[in-house]
């Protein structure tokens, strides 16, 4: 069965500083990933995808993230946050054989000022 | 730029009484997602409609639980009746029948069951 593992739940980090959020999933077979945002008071929305291709993908907002195979990841990067990156962020994994999409458990963001 | 449309925003219902959620997805969008949120998880899937049809929805509680999508278009979820631990946000998301299956998200349904 599909699962997604994000290993941080609580992350907090000064402005400037670089982020690195984990996700780990489970599947056998060819995957899309995503990464989701949710800002306080906002709609989840995506803030980047990969389907194919170049395994660095890039998102909005000077995000971007790596998909590595061999390893089942797909980890969240940031080289600079800012105080306005303040969210929840959610890994999602769908199998290209089946329907359902899988999101972890979402990692919570807090950066200070 | 379109948007997922939910309501109601918040319901306060009590324990046994019936609650219905609805839920307009992009225009267009083939695939229309149900989920429930708990606080401090991340969304977990109900049902998945393909246009009218039900193509998952192995975690639907069914003996209370159930949900529609008559025209493919819009869509309702409904519990029937309301159990303490329903309490929780409910969210409604579509995508296109074309990959890579990015999901737009609504606002969610607060959903506090007394």
């Not at chain 2, 267009?28 to 429930?36: E, I, K, N, P, S």
């Not at chain 2, 009218?52 to 979820?77: C, H, I, M, N, W």
């Not at chain 2, 409604?92 to 299956?101: E, M, N, Q």
């Amino acid at each position: 069965a599909q699962s997604v593992s994000q290993h941080n739940h609580h992350v907090i980090l000064s402005e400037a500083a670089s982020l690195e959020l984990g996700c780990n999933y489970s599947y056998g077979g060819t995957v899309n990933l995503f990464w989701y945002v949710q800002y306080p008071g906002q709609h989840l929305q995506l803030l980047l995808k990969y389907f194919s291709g170049d395994p660095l993908v890039k998102g909005i907002k000077g995000f971007e993230a790596e998909f590595i195979k061999s390893k089942f990841s797909f980890n969240l990067r940031k080289p600079s946050v800012q105080w306005s990156d303040t969210a929840e962020y959610f890994c999602a994994v769908r199998g290209t054989g089946g329907f359902k999409t899988i999101f972890g458990a979402g990692t919570r963001l807090f950066v200070k000022a | 730029e379109a948007e997922v449309a939910q309501s109601p925003r918040y319901k306060i219902t009590e324990k046994s009484q019936a609650v219905a959620f609805w839920c307009d997805p992009i225009s267009g969008h083939a695939t229309l997602y149900w989920y429930r949120q708990i606080l401090g998880q991340g969304p977990e899937l109900l049902v998945q409609f393909q246009d009218e049809s039900v193509v998952d929805d192995s975690q639907l509680p069914k003996d209370r639980f159930s949900a529609e999508r008559l025209k493919g278009v819009d869509s309702t979820l409904k519990i029937q009746p309301a159990e303490l631990g329903d309490s929780a946000m409910y969210l409604c998301a579509s995508s296109s029948r074309i990959g890579p299956y990015e999901q737009y998200f609504g606002p969610g349904t607060r959903l506090t069951v007394t």
